[in-house]
Nanobody, 120 residues
């Protein structure tokens, strides 16, 4: 599965950004799909995810109430709506997919190339 992210960029604090992740599969619903972010010199950390065959989302505590993740199964696309952005949200954001687990980076099989979000 290939994952292609889009939607990053430079924004100001308090702004909103929507990231998209298009998956090269007709069965995205059978994958756990999620978003990770990575700060320079740090490990990737989970931000939000949608479990396979479910629309129940998972969020990291640091983004609860500000970020929303959802999936359009007809388009095989995962989204991340980021509101009330803070400078500390500045990071490279990666889309991830796995048949089983996608909230722990050590278990993810497929990664996108990443998209930079800078809040300044």
């Amino acid at each position: 599965v290939q994952l292609v992210e889009s939607g990053g960029g430079l924004v100001q604090p308090g702004d909103s950004v929507r990231l998209s992740c298009a998956a090269s599969t007709h069965s995205a619903r059978t994958y756990c799909m999620g978003w990770f972010r990575q700060y320079p010199g740090k490990e990737r950390e989970g931000v939000g995810a949608i479990y396979k065959d479910s629309e129940i989302p998972w969020y990291a505590d640091s983004v609860k109430g500000r970020f929303t993740v959802w999936r359009d199964n007809d388009r095989n696309t995962l989204y991340l709506q980021m509101n009330s952005l803070k400078p500390e949200d500045t990071a490279m954001y990666y889309c991830a997919a796995d048949h089983r687990v996608c909230i722990n980076k050590d278990y993810v099989t497929y990664w996108g190339q990443g998209t930079q979000v800078t809040v300044s």
